[in-house]
Nanobody, 117 residues
Framework: VQLVESGGGLVQAGGSLRLSCTVSGSFFSINVMGWYRQAPGKQRELVATITRDSSANYADSVKGRFAISRDNAKNSVYLEMNSLKPEDTAVYYC????????????WGQGTLVTVSS
């Protein structure tokens, strides 16, 4: 299974970015999809997750600013990020929990988001 992320970049505070992650490979179904981030010198933290039936969960720090969505037909998950703050600067990782012959998890390679003040 491969996860390919795109959409990171440099943006000014208050701006917006949209991250995308597309999954390819062999699996039965993708149960949960999500985004995590890791800022320099900090641990990786959850940003948002979404289940197959589109039930979403957000970190308190991004509630009301970020929106996660998925397209099951395209095996893709998206993260719309608005009102970005310098503290949102991090490498953002796509994460999936999926069913193959057993339940497995995988990560993308990460995409850098930099928010300038």
């Amino acid at each position: 299974v491969q996860l390919v992320e795109s959409g990171g970049g440099l943006v000014q505070a208050g701006g917006s970015l949209r991250l995308s992650c597309t999954v390819s490979g062999s699996f039965f179904s993708i149960n949960v999809m999500g985004w995590y981030r890791q800022a320099p010198g900090k641990q990786r933290e959850l940003v948002a997750t979404i289940t197959r039936d589109s039930s979403a969960n957000y970190a308190d720090s991004v509630k009301g600013r970020f929106a996660i969505s998925r397209d099951n037909a395209k095996n893709s998950v998206y993260l719309e990020m608005n009102s970005l703050k310098p503290e949102d600067t991090a490498v953002y990782y796509c994460h999936i929990g999926y069913t193959s012959y057993s339940y497995r998890e995988d990560w993308g390679q990460g995409t850098l988001v930099t928010v300038s003040s």
